[in-house]
């Protein structure tokens, strides 16, 4: 299974696993989902929310379901954006962590972007030409580079609570903390100035892949029935499958290319399952 594709499988399954634990629950991915507390028929929009992903994600693993299903993931999780994170942007502004959900849900909505650009034709329903081909790419790939380094601000504004996330066996805690949130900020201006974007995508996933075996997975072990580890699992694990498909997206771009031009052919698709 090439690398595109399984960036679209654990993409596809991060959604799932989130939209069941959000249907078991009743309620709101904690943190990502920021409802209010006392909003009327809360439980029933959590339900409504977890059935969306559950089956946009099950959509996602499947040929003739991929254009429609990541069509609706990607409206989705742009209302995600927009009804939930961007109002929090706008009445706190000065609180990084406010601007740093926000980043997170913008990769997924780039990721979304890149699955339907690249396995939309006309013959699909729905097929919006605007967004296919090299120019939605574009758009989602600045989307991205536009996000991992407000990722990364956080983890230099809040370096205390990053550094209590590594491991203990880590050496230079508070270290790690403040090359992670530089290594995000050089990744995304890596890509937005098209220069190694390729490798400084790839090694932008490989960073979240990263948190996700170092920090989620121990935490998952050490308190298995906790729905915040799972939870934050989760969390990390699409963010890291949302880096793999923007990074996939680059299949035909050199790896040490410097300001080279997008090729106007159409990108390599993640291939879905028959």
């Not at 030409?129 to 090299?134: E, R, S």
Request: positive net charge.
């Amino acid at each position: 299974m090439r690398v595109a594709d399984v960036g679209r499988v654990v993409f596809a399954l991060a959604f799932v696993a989130l939209g069941l634990l959000s249907v078991v629950s009743q309620d709101f991915a904690s943190v990502w989902q920021p409802v209010p507390e006392g909003l009327p028929g809360r439980p029933f929009l959590a339900l409504i929310s977890g059935a969306v992903m559950a089956v946009g994600g099950v959509g996602l693993l499947r040929r003739r379901m991929l254009v429609p299903a990541a069509f609706v993931m990607m409206l989705y999780t742009l209302l995600w954006l927009l009804a939930l994170h961007v109002p929090r942007v706008i009445l706190a502004p000065l609180h990084e962590v406010t601007w740093g959900g926000c980043a997170e849900i913008v990769t997924l909505v780039a990721a979304n972007i890149v699955l339907y650009a690249c396995a939309a034709t006309p013959d699909d329903k729905p097929y919006i030409a605007a967004l296919c081909g090299t120019p939605a790419l574009c758009v989602a790939r600045i989307a991205f580079a536009v996000a991992v380094p407000l990722i990364g601000l956080e983890h230099l504004v809040y370096a205390k609570e990053t550094a209590a996330m590594v491991p203990g066996w880590l050496p230079y805690r508070m270290g790690w903390a403040y090359f992670t949130g530089i290594a995000h900020i050089a990744a995304g201006l890596a890509i937005a100035l098209n220069m190694l974007p390729r490798l400084a995508a790839t090694l932008e996933a490989w960073m979240m892949g990263g948190f996700t075996v170092l920090v989620w997975i121990p935490m998952v072990m050490a308190t298995p029935l906790q729905r915040f580890a799972w939870t934050g699992l989760l969390i990390s694990t699409v963010l890291t499958a949302a880096g793999w498909i923007v990074a996939a997206s680059y299949a035909e771009v050199p790896w040490f290319s410097f300001r080279r031009r997008i090729s106007a052919t159409r990108v390599t698709a993640p291939s879905p399952a028959k």
